[in-house]
């Protein structure tokens, strides 16, 4: 699939002439950032022929008693070798199934610093009626009545609503309420229409998606099956009882996806995904060349949903020539009904091991949602947070939950954690979900005590409570009814473009104060809790620097036309060499692989990106300019110290 893209093309720099050395080592020389806990910067590493890196320091003591056997990286002035990044939270198949959808991919788009394509028409999807209608579909005729219109990303949050013109017009007030309307009006009434929001936590379908889904094609009495409620989600009605055409949680348009055309690669996704896998394409292959090329070399995939999704990632990592690690994170039901048990690389480079590490890293944690998402409504919020009226999500207070109590997510953990042998990712984005998870932990860890690491994924809305109860649980002073707890190792992942493409839709959303509040990387720091930074992508893009760099200056900006740019809660930038580590060396401890990724360490494995400059140098605090992190050029990527990548 990959092969021809990556192919392996030798250093051609002079070999060190030394003593004896085993065939195969490889020798890197320049400015080293090793990520270890001193900061060290280093001006070699060695590394065996299997990927495991053996020295790391200066050059004189590294290339002693080497040999002409040795084959020389040598690193040009200015740039910069580190471990390769790793992305500790995004959903691979659906980053792979946006890259197939053209004009049906109805995002708005990212803010000037982050366009990469500047050809790119930003006004077509700009507005909520406007991006529907730049969808290219088929008519029924020629489709099919039954086949469905798959649509991702529409985000109204962020795209504006304007029902006085063009398709839709005269329609109701606002498109959340009844969006059903506006996808007969402006895609197509003659065909079932699923459209997935960009949070992916909500979805919007017509009349045509109901009655594929409705016993016999029959609306009118029609009951969402057990499924999407046992999932957390709904399908809003009306004062009538009507269906509005808006689903919330992922739960909620799973019987949609089952009602899909089997080819389609969205329900393939869940019907065979392993077929996805086999039978790849021009467009999957951008899309993973494009991580590629974002310089990561690892991810986590956070929910796979089924045995047969996780078979699929491992099948891609399988392909010749993929080009990054991925560990797996299984939704809680799928792994309960699978039986399954948390696995490990299947091989570890060490002593009297002679194996390089595999690009499948296993399926060692589970996955639950608390609450649904910020921007899509259906974050649980908790006092003295809650959604504006007059905002975006008028009416819906302090949000909803995935769940009716924080005991019924121990009641769903308790046989998971009582095995004592995975990790859990918790997704908590509103206090309220995080408080609410908390709880969970804290109960679940007075009945039995894990040793294994816990990860909030994406910690959104950020409150000193909440953040000092994690530092107190980290430190076995946590309590919870009226009981000790103890010590618990909860560590947090943000989504940082909350802050960057969402920051002001939040102001508007929640208000300044609270908006300030999102990602709240000073009470972490106050806390002395593990950050990390993530894409969840497709939520957002998997690019690391343009991370650091968001998570160093907060900049926002409004939307549509981005005419508004400031810093949204400037106490909780990160420093760059914060926001560096938190793409490398924390996300690895997140997943319990830092004895092998996120460091450039005796004993560990040479996964390495070279940059073009170095982050550090673009440190306010040197007075840098950290606006420009984003433009560091990403120039190669090693896996076990072999290019994964050539360049002119």
Same mark, same amino acid.
């Given at each position: 699939?990959?092969?021809?893209?990556?192919?392996?093309?030798?250093?051609?720099?002079?070999?060190?002439? !030394?003593?004896?050395?085993?065939?195969?080592?490889?020798?890197?020389?320049?400015?080293?950032?090793?990520?270890?806990?001193?900061?060290?910067?280093?001006?070699?590493?060695?590394?065996?022929?299997?990927?495991?890196?053996?020295?790391?320091?200066?050059?004189?003591?590294?290339?002693?008693?080497?040999?002409?056997?040795?084959?020389?990286?040598?690193?040009?002035?200015?740039?910069?070798?580190?471990?390769?990044?790793?992305?500790?939270?995004?959903?691979?198949?659906?980053?792979?199934?946006?890259?197939?959808?053209?004009?049906?991919?109805?995002?708005?788009?990212?803010?000037?610093?982050?366009?990469?394509?500047?050809? +790119?028409?930003?006004?077509?999807?700009?507005?909520?009626?406007?991006?529907?209608?730049?969808?290219?579909?088929?008519?029924?005729?020629?489709?099919?009545?039954?086949?469905?219109?798959?649509?991702?990303?529409?985000?109204?949050?962020?795209?504006?609503?304007?029902?006085?013109?063009?398709?839709?017009?005269?329609?109701?007030?606002?498109?959340?309420?009844?969006?059903?309307?506006?996808?007969?009006?402006?895609?197509?009434? &003659?065909?079932?229409?699923? @459209?997935?929001? +960009?949070?992916?936590?909500?979805?919007?379908?017509?009349?045509?998606?109901?009655?594929?889904?409705?016993?016999?094609?029959?609306?009118?009495?029609?009951?969402?099956?057990?499924?999407?409620?046992?999932?957390?989600?709904?399908?809003?009605?009306?004062?009538?009882?009507?269906?509005?055409?808006? /689903?919330?949680?992922?739960?909620?348009?799973?019987?949609?996806?089952?009602?899909?055309?089997?080819?389609?690669?969205?329900? /393939?996704?869940?019907?065979?995904?392993?077929?996805?896998?086999?039978?790849?394409?021009?467009?999957?292959?951008?899309?993973?060349?494009?991580?590629?090329?974002?310089?990561?070399?690892?991810?986590?995939?956070?929910?796979?949903?089924?045995?047969?999704?996780?078979?699929?990632?491992?099948?891609?990592?399988?392909?010749?020539?993929?080009?990054?690690?991925?560990?797996?994170?299984?939704?809680?039901?799928?792994?309960?009904?699978?039986?399954?048990?948390?696995?490990?690389?299947?091989?570890?480079?060490?002593?009297?091991?002679?194996?390089?590490?595999?690009?499948?890293?296993?399926?060692?944690?589970?996955?639950?949602?608390?609450?649904?998402?910020?921007?899509?409504?259906?974050?649980?919020?908790?006092?003295?947070?809650?959604?504006?009226?007059?905002?975006?999500?008028?009416?819906?207070?302090?949000?909803?939950?995935?769940?009716?109590?924080?005991?019924? @997510?121990?009641?769903?953990?308790?046989?998971?954690?009582?095995?004592?042998?995975? !990790?859990?990712?918790?997704?908590?984005?509103?206090?309220?979900?995080?408080?609410?998870?908390?709880?969970?932990?804290?109960?679940?860890?007075?009945?039995?005590?894990?040793?294994?690491?816990?990860?909030?994924?994406?910690?959104?809305?950020?409150?000193?409570?909440?953040?000092?109860?994690?530092?107190?649980? !980290?430190?076995?002073?946590?309590?919870?009814?009226?009981?000790?707890?103890?010590?618990?190792?909860?560590?947090?992942?943000?989504?940082?473009?909350?802050?960057?493409?969402?920051?002001?839709?939040?102001?508007?959303?929640?208000?300044?104060?609270?908006?300030?509040?999102?990602?709240?990387?000073?009470?972490?720091?106050?806390?002395?809790?593990?950050?990390?930074?993530?894409?969840?992508?497709?939520?957002?893009?998997? !690019?690391?620097?343009?991370?650091?760099?968001?998570?160093?200056?907060?900049?926002?900006?409004?939307?549509?036309?981005?005419?508004? &740019?400031?810093?949204?809660?400037?106490?909780?930038?990160?420093?760059?060499?914060?926001?560096?580590?938190?793409?490398?060396?924390?996300?690895?401890?997140?997943?319990?692989?830092?004895?092998?990724?996120?460091?450039?360490?005796?004993?560990?494995?040479?996964?390495?990106?070279?940059?073009?400059?170095?982050?550090?140098?673009?440190?306010?605090?040197?007075?840098?300019?950290?606006?420009?992190?984003?433009?560091?050029?990403?120039?190669?990527?090693?896996?076990?110290?072999?290019?994964?990548?050539?360049?002119?």
């Amino acid at each position: 699939m990959l092969v021809a893209a990556l192919a392996f093309v030798s250093s051609c720099a002079a070999p060190v002439e !030394r003593g004896p050395s085993k065939p195969g080592s490889t020798l890197f020389l320049g400015k080293i950032l090793t990520m270890d806990d001193e900061g060290t910067i280093a001006e070699a590493v060695l590394v065996d022929d299997r990927g495991q890196i053996l020295k790391v320091g200066k050059a004189s003591d590294v290339q002693q008693g080497l040999s002409s056997a040795v084959e020389v990286v040598q690193l040009a002035p200015g740039q910069v070798l580190m471990p390769g990044f790793f992305d500790p939270h995004l959903h691979f198949l659906p980053t792979l199934l946006q890259s197939v959808l053209g004009t049906h991919d109805l995002a708005p788009c990212l803010p000037p610093p982050y366009q990469v394509d500047p050809s +790119q028409d930003c006004s077509s999807r700009s507005e909520v009626l406007r991006a529907l209608s730049s969808m290219k579909v088929e008519p029924a005729s020629v489709a099919g009545s039954g086949s469905f219109v798959l649509g991702m990303n529409l985000d109204p949050s962020r795209q504006t609503f304007d029902n006085s013109t063009g398709c839709g017009k005269g329609g109701p007030a606002s498109f959340m309420t009844q969006p059903k309307f506006y996808l007969d009006a402006c895609v197509t009434k &003659e065909r079932p229409v699923l @459209i997935l929001d +960009q949070s992916g936590h909500l979805a919007y379908v017509n009349q045509k998606a109901f009655e594929a889904v409705c016993p016999n094609g029959v609306v009118k009495g029609c009951k969402p099956p057990d499924s999407v409620a046992q999932g957390g989600g709904a399908w809003a009605t009306d004062a009538d009882g009507n269906f509005t055409g808006l /689903l919330q949680e992922a739960s909620s348009y799973g019987p949609f996806l089952k009602a899909m055309q089997q080819d389609l690669p969205m329900a /393939l996704m869940h019907s065979d995904p392993i077929k996805l896998a086999e039978q790849g394409g021009a467009e999957l292959e951008r899309a993973i060349l494009a991580m590629r090329d974002a310089g990561v070399t690892t991810i986590a995939d956070g929910g796979l949903q089924s045995v047969a999704q996780l078979n699929a990632v491992k099948r891609f990592t399988e392909l010749p020539g993929f080009p990054f690690r991925i560990t797996g994170v299984v939704v809680a039901d799928a792994a309960m009904a699978a039986g399954l048990k948390p696995t490990a690389p299947a091989c570890e480079p060490k002593a009297g091991n002679e194996c390089a590490l595999p690009k499948w890293l296993g399926a060692g944690a589970i996955k639950v949602w608390v609450d649904g998402s910020t921007q899509g409504c259906t974050a649980k919020l908790d006092s003295p947070y809650q959604y504006l009226e007059g905002g975006h999500c008028s009416g819906d207070g302090e949000g909803r939950a995935d769940y009716d109590s924080a005991q019924a @997510i121990v009641d769903q953990l308790s046989p998971l954690w009582a095995q004592g042998t995975w !990790r859990f990712n918790l997704h908590a984005n509103g206090n309220g979900a995080n408080s609410w998870a908390l709880d969970a932990l804290s109960r679940l860890q007075q009945s039995k005590e894990n040793p294994h690491r816990v990860l909030l994924v994406h910690n959104t809305v950020g409150q000193p409570a909440v953040s000092k109860r994690i530092g107190d649980l !980290r430190k076995g002073a946590g309590v919870m009814d009226g009981k000790p707890v103890s010590a618990l190792d909860v560590q947090v992942t943000h989504l940082i473009g909350h802050v960057a493409y969402w920051g002001d839709a939040f102001v508007g959303m929640l208000g300044q104060e609270t908006a300030s509040e999102l990602d709240p990387i000073a009470y972490d720091r106050e806390n002395g809790i593990p950050f990390s930074l993530h894409s969840d992508s497709m939520v957002t893009p998997t !690019r690391p620097l343009w991370f650091v760099e968001q998570a160093v200056t907060r900049r926002t900006w409004s939307y549509p036309d981005f005419t508004k &740019e400031y810093v949204l809660g400037a106490k909780h930038a990160a420093t760059v060499e914060e926001a560096l580590r938190a793409i490398t060396v924390v996300p690895a401890r997140h997943h319990e692989l830092d004895t092998l990724l996120g460091s450039i360490e005796p004993g560990k494995v040479a996964d390495f990106v070279v940059l073009g400059a170095n982050p550090l140098d673009f440190d306010p605090a040197q007075g840098g300019d950290p606006t420009k992190i984003s433009q560091i050029p990403v120039l190669q990527t090693y896996l076990n110290g072999r290019p994964t990548q050539t360049r002119n």
